[in-house]
């Protein structure tokens, strides 16, 4: 197969590659940067991986060329256009602006418009299947029920703009596939998180956010703040000698709601299994990368707590009188805590289809929530 990968420098995206590149898929990365910039990036993050197993040519073979979602055309010459879109089997699309608080332009730019990009060049390769990466929050404010791989409306708004961009390009893809008969997949993962953080300069996980946010509150913008909150990491202190409210902090939140993690390796495992073994369509499918438990949002609160010693931290339905700290954590992690404010689960009918014997993944527990948070740097005095 030939394959062409967009986001081969994300978080998710360079560990499909290493998938595809353990099957022995020809590949070639399309992304910004010159093919020389390309190339160390993706060589950096890839090799940093250790699963699965690659021989010792793999990244070698592996084709690169300059484009950018947010240019007309992608910013391929004609020339590049034939190269990359020439015996092309399957195109990954895993490339996209994931931001909770971006202005709703470029967001739609990148995402929507640059899908959109995507599937003009698809339309030069009839014979390619598209594989779009989604996510699993299209379902938007829905807080409750059994999520189908087939639902998609926007009846109940969306929390952030960056769900509504990937529900907008989700439409537009069902679209194209109609209207071309075309083979498109979709694959909604959830939250993906991995025990084994990555180096600075390679791609990092989101968590990674919310403990520089909750971090980062704590140390404040004044010397007396942060001097309280070194004395809070150095462990416990004595009740009189340390005030509550740098010790005791609230959340607001539903203390019921939970997250849907799912371990990055194995979203990816599962993907590229899934994309190998699906039957061709002239239609759009969509499997939901989700884990077939949700965390409660308690359970990661108390991973947060092991992570900075001697924090509380406790989830409230109201935050009345909020002192200056909590009102920071409120004002800053209002994007991260409306997606723990869900009950909802989510259908796999199709994934465990496609996936076939691939094992459920492990069950997402405090000890693994503790090694997912340990690995973000949090600068005291930032």
Same mark, same amino acid.
Request: proline letters at 7%; charged letters at 20%.
């Given at each position: 197969m030939?394959?062409?990968?967009?986001?081969?420098?994300?978080?998710?995206?360079?560990r499909?590659?290493?998938?595809?590149?353990?099957?022995?898929?020809e590949? #070639?990365?399309?992304?910004?940067? #010159?093919? &020389?910039?390309?190339?160390?990036?993706?060589?950096?993050a890839? #090799?940093w991986? &250790?699963?699965?197993?690659?021989?010792a040519?793999?990244?070698?073979?592996?084709?690169?060329?300059?484009?950018d979602?947010?240019?007309?055309?992608?910013?391929? !010459?004609?020339? &590049?256009?034939a190269?990359?879109?020439? =015996?092309? @089997?399957?195109?990954?699309h895993?490339?996209?602006? %994931?931001?909770l608080?971006?202005?709703?332009?470029?967001?739609?730019?990148?995402?929507?418009?640059?899908?959109?990009?995507?599937?003009?060049l698809?339309?030069e390769a009839?014979?390619a299947?598209?594989?779009f990466v989604?996510?699993?929050?299209?379902?938007?404010?829905?807080?409750?029920?059994?999520?189908?791989?087939?639902?998609?409306r926007?009846?109940? +708004?969306?929390?952030t703009?960056?769900?509504?961009?990937?529900? !907008?390009?989700?439409?537009?893809?069902? !679209?194209?596939?109609?209207?071309?008969?075309?083979?498109?997949?979709?694959?909604r993962?959830?939250?993906l998180?991995?025990?084994?953080?990555?180096?600075?300069?390679?791609?990092?996980?989101?968590?990674?956010?919310?403990?520089?946010?909750?971090?980062?509150?704590? $140390?404040?913008?004044?010397?007396?703040?942060?001097?309280?909150?070194?004395?809070?990491?150095?462990?416990?202190?004595?009740?009189?000698?340390?005030? *509550?409210?740098?010790?005791?902090?609230?959340?607001?939140?539903?203390?019921?709601?939970?997250?849907?993690?799912l371990?990055?390796d194995?979203?990816?495992?599962? $993907?590229?299994?899934?994309?190998?073994r699906?039957?061709?369509t002239?239609s759009?499918? !969509?499997?939901?990368? @989700?884990?077939?438990?949700?965390?409660?949002?308690?359970?990661?609160?108390?991973?947060?707590? #092991?992570?900075f010693? +001697?924090?509380?931290?406790?989830?409230?339905?109201k935050?009345?009188?909020?002192?200056v *700290?909590?009102?920071?954590?409120?004002?800053?992690?209002?994007?991260?805590l409306?997606?723990?404010?869900?009950?909802?689960?989510?259908?796999?009918?199709?994934?465990?289809?496609?996936? =076939?014997?691939?094992?459920?993944?492990?069950? %997402?527990?405090?000890?693994?929530?503790?090694?997912?948070?340990?690995?973000?740097?949090?600068p005291?005095?930032?």
């Amino acid at each position: 197969m030939s394959v062409l990968l967009t986001g081969a420098t994300g978080f998710l995206g360079c560990r499909i590659l290493r998938e595809l590149l353990a099957r022995g898929e020809e590949v #070639t990365v399309l992304g910004r940067g #010159t093919p &020389d910039e390309l190339r160390a990036r993706v060589d950096a993050a890839v #090799t940093w991986l &250790d699963a699965p197993p690659l021989s010792a040519d793999a990244l070698a073979g592996v084709r690169y060329v300059s484009g950018d979602l947010t240019q007309p055309g992608l910013g391929l !010459t004609p020339e &590049d256009r034939a190269r990359v879109t020439q =015996g092309l @089997t399957a195109l990954w699309h895993c490339a996209a602006m %994931i931001a909770l608080e971006a202005e709703p332009a470029p967001l739609h730019h990148a995402n929507v418009i640059g899908t959109r990009r995507v599937l003009e060049l698809a339309d030069e390769a009839p014979g390619a299947r598209v594989l779009f990466v989604s996510t699993a929050y299209v379902a938007g404010r829905r807080r409750t029920g059994h999520v189908m791989e087939s639902d998609l409306r926007d009846g109940d +708004g969306f929390q952030t703009l960056y769900e509504e961009s990937k529900y !907008t390009a989700e439409r537009l893809l069902h !679209t194209w596939a109609r209207n071309g008969n075309r083979d498109v997949t979709v694959f909604r993962p959830s939250l993906l998180v991995t025990d084994r953080p990555a180096p600075e300069g390679l791609p990092q996980q989101s968590t990674d956010v919310a403990v520089r946010l909750v971090g980062g509150t704590l $140390m404040g913008d004044r010397a007396a703040e942060q001097s309280a909150v070194r004395a809070l990491l150095a462990g416990p202190r004595d009740a009189d000698t340390q005030p *509550l409210e740098i010790r005791q902090y609230r959340l607001k939140g539903d203390p019921e709601g939970t997250l849907n993690l799912l371990q990055v390796d194995y979203a990816a495992r599962v $993907m590229v299994t899934a994309a190998v073994r699906a039957e061709p369509t002239q239609s759009v499918r !969509t499997l939901h990368v @989700t884990h077939p438990e949700n965390v409660r949002l308690s359970a990661v609160t108390s991973a947060l707590q #092991t992570r900075f010693p +001697g924090l509380s931290l406790t989830i409230t339905p109201k935050l009345t009188h909020p002192t200056v *700290l909590e009102q920071l954590l409120a004002k800053h992690g209002a994007p991260l805590l409306t997606f723990s404010a869900h009950q909802r689960t989510y259908d796999r009918s199709n994934l465990l289809a496609a996936a =076939g014997d691939l094992p459920a993944p492990a069950p %997402i527990e405090h000890d693994y929530l503790r090694r997912v948070f340990a690995g973000a740097e949090v600068p005291l005095g930032a």
